[in-house]
């Protein structure tokens, strides 16, 4: 918990505000009256900087110094979508494709993961093969072997394969619904239709899962306004958490010439999200540092509060092409430098289990309920 002496936290001019009595934290931050404006996503300078102090002020009251510590494995790269803004569509003719092993990912996690790791996401391409041939073998194994907590992000599936994939041992499902407006969803080919997508969250989440989302920023002809839709649909949905990815032009889309996310967009609305729900995991992406120079601990001080380190083994990771081939890995090196060079600590309890503690104290009642209204 936060002590009742002085907190510190930095933003990004390097200033930082060194005494903040505890009486403080609860000033302007509560999420039930708090909805963005649109300038609120386009805010720079001073009133930029208002934004994110405030959201880190929020973060810090409610979850402490502490940040959750996953690592992703990244299981296969074949996809039967065909979105516009990643390098894996299935129009993609030029990429590699390929699908691990599930035997050499239970080894390095088993044997050879990070001690800061509590919890594992297991991502991948659509690729229903590899949930069934990968993904379920290696719950199961973790399930028996570990005691990390899994989540996944596998895209939209059949009901049956969700609940195989419950009943394994996962507990957490990442579904992003990309894009908040229905016509932009289907201009940038997103996976399904608009609605299909948003269905699926809501039956993920009616079946038990603790369901994480995400949106894209700064996507070709996007403005403030459309930003915008995506917190009406994020406030819409029974969610626990919310990612932002700033738009970055991947050289295999048709994207391609395409300008980069305006750097305020992705920031604002990580700032954005932790004022309108404090009680959301929200992460810093990797892509954040393929944005700026130190996006990703821009988006601590701006709110996020999970961290992913990337255990893809090297021998596929370069085909894992979500935007560019040059990505930013984000090793446990660099994870756990960015939390100490923020003044933040890695959490000792996992975020399965925190989901579970929630979940035991009536908490998901309450997520279900926000996402009714």
Known sequence: MVSE??????????????SWPRSNFNSGVRSEDYFPAEADLAAAGAAQMDLHRRAALATRARFG??????????????C?????????????????????????????????????????NIQAGEDPVAVREVVLPLIRTLRRETSLGVSVCLGTLSPELYGELQSAG?????????VGDAAQYKKFEAPGTFAERLRH???????????SSGFIAGLPGQTPGDLLKN???????????CSVSPFIPGNETPLADGKPANPCWPLNSIAALRLMRPDWIIPAVSALNLMETDGYRHGLRAGANLVTMNLTPAEVRGDYVIYKRDRFIMTEERVLAAIEAEGLVPS?????????????????AEAVSHGAN
């Open 170 to 178: 996962a507990s957490i499902y990442i579904i992003k619904f990309e």
């Open 231 to 241: 917190f009406e649909v994020a406030r819409s949905l029974p969610l626990h958490g």
């Open 201 to 211: 969250i809501r039956l993920l989440a009616e079946t038990g899962w603790n369901v």
């Open 65 to 78: 110094r502490e940040v959750f510590v996953r690592a992703v494995v990244e299981v296969s790269n074949f």
């Open 348 to 364: 000792d309890g996992g975020l399965a289990d925190f989901y579970r503690r929630r979940r035991a104290h009536g908490v998901v």
């Open 80 to 120: 039967r979508e065909n979105c516009t803004y990643c390098g894996m569509r299935r129009d993609n003719r030029e990429l590699h494709r390929f699908r691990a092993r599930h035997e050499q990912l239970a080894e390095l996690l088993i044997q050879h993961r990070p001690a800061s790791v509590t919890d594992i």
């Open 5 to 18: 002496k002085a907190t510190r936290i930095c933003f990004q001019t390097d200033k930082c505000i060194d």
